[in-house]
């Protein structure tokens, strides 16, 4: 499994679909949460997560830095659903909470959001969404 932190360094996907460091795949949620195969499908469908289908078997994953071990960041479901709203895809939503952002508190819109830092992040996502 792969582990969950909220370092900016360790936090950020990698671009290349088959890198699969940082990600956690279903079966890796269920252990790091405890929740059931039912549970993470809700979270998935209620779009509190969000994933790509990756590697060689197009699995689902779900960036690591998007969970805590008592599940979803309790943030990220109005950040993804305001971006959502303003036309971007799920991998570009996953990317632009990924990128290098130094006016943002940990570096990034995910830090900021792991950091407790919601309402710049949502003011942004607003700005990107128009």
Do not use: C
Not at 26 to 46: C, F, H, N
Not at 74 to 102: C, K, M, N, P, Q
């Amino acid at each position: 499994m792969v582990n969950v932190s909220s370092e900016t360094s360790g936090s950020t996907p990698e671009t290349n679909p088959d890198d699969l460091t940082n990600w956690l795949a279903v079966p890796d949620i269920m252990e790091l949460t405890g929740a059931s195969l039912a549970q993470v499908k809700t979270w998935l469908q209620e779009r509190e997560l969000i994933g790509v289908r990756r590697g060689p078997n197009k699995a689902l994953y779900v960036p690591a830095s998007f969970l805590t071990e008592e599940g979803p960041l309790f943030a990220l479901r109005g950040t993804v659903t305001v971006l959502s709203d303003g036309g971007y895809r799920d991998e570009e939503i996953i990317a632009w909470l990924h990128e290098a952002d130094d006016t943002l508190p940990g570096g990034s819109a995910i830090e900021s959001l792991r950091a407790g830092s919601k309402t710049e992040v949502r003011r942004r996502a607003q700005e990107m969404a128009l």
